[in-house]
T-cell receptor
Framework: GAVVSQHPSWVICKSGTSVKIECRSLDFQATTMFWYRQFPKQSLMLMATSNEGSKATYEQGVEKDKFLINHASLTLSTLTVTSAHPEDSSFYIC?????????????FGEGSRLTVL | AQSVTQPDIHITVSEGASLELRCNYSYGATPYLFWYVQSPGQGLQLLLKYFSGDTLVQGIKGFEAEFKRSQSSFNLRKPSVHWSDAAEYFCAVDRSGNKGGGADGLTFGKGTHLIIQP
């Protein structure tokens, strides 16, 4: 099956630093990758949608200068949390849809837990 | 815009008992619907999906869901739960409605936390 891998699984950083999270599709090419944010015991909120070679599309209320998304290839998307603050602490999950297959299914990474001190 | 409602935040079921998790959606036509399961600290695993055709959908781990257009519902069921089923369950709808392809991502319900009593 389609596998999506995120790295790192968890990261702790100091306030004011930047953190990069990678999302890779291991055995397929991803048309589109999505970044979600999940607060404790809550649902997943879509942050942004990225297509390879294009600028990401951000959801309303998500600061694009704060959450930089780069989709350099059909198998890799990165989310960089710039100048992180404690309120950015959260569980970030990426997902990908399979290129050339109109299944409507998304495959999810294992998630990355960010803690900002 | 499409939306999903999961009315039950928590559900407690005895091991071996049957389970039904409720999901209601809001969309003018027939949307693409999904159920995902999330174990603590983990990503999401797809249990099943409905696009069209037979309204009773079979999924993995013994789960099934029934699409009822008249009730705008897509409830998840399992005849006999196991302790390993304890997790968070999310119902989701394709944000593009029924275009599929995953082009617009998914909108998730708030989730139902399933607790299994021994």
């Amino acid at each position: 099956g389609a596998v999506v891998s995120q790295h790192p699984s968890w990261v702790i950083c100091k306030s004011g630093t930047s953190v990069k999270i990678e999302c890779r599709s291991l055995d397929f090419q991803a048309t589109t990758m999505f970044w979600y944010r999940q607060f404790p015991k809550q649902s997943l909120m879509l942050m942004a949608t990225s297509n390879e070679g294009s600028k990401a599309t951000y959801e309303q209320g998500v600061e694009k200068d704060k959450f930089l998304i780069n989709h350099a290839s059909l198998t890799l998307s990165t989310l960089t949390v710039t100048s992180a603050h404690p309120e950015d602490s959260s569980f970030y999950i990426c997902s990908a849809s399979v290129r050339l297959k109109n299944t409507g299914e998304l495959f999810f990474g294992e998630g990355s837990r960010l803690t900002v001190l | 815009a499409q939306s999903v409602t999961q009315p039950d935040i928590h559900i407690t079921v005895s091991e071996g008992a049957s389970l039904e998790l409720r999901c209601n959606y809001s969309y003018g036509a027939t949307p693409y619907l999904f159920w995902y399961v999330q174990s603590p600290g983990q990503g999401l695993q797809l249990l099943l999906k409905y696009f069209s055709g037979d309204t009773l959908v079979q999924g993995i781990k013994g789960f099934e869901a029934e699409f009822k257009r008249s009730q705008s519902s897509f409830n998840l069921r399992k005849p006999s739960v196991h302790w390993s089923d304890a997790a968070e369950y999310f119902c989701a709808v394709d944000r593009s409605g029924n275009k599929g392809g995953g082009a617009d991502g998914l909108t998730f319900g708030k989730g139902t936390h399933l607790i299994i009593q021994p």
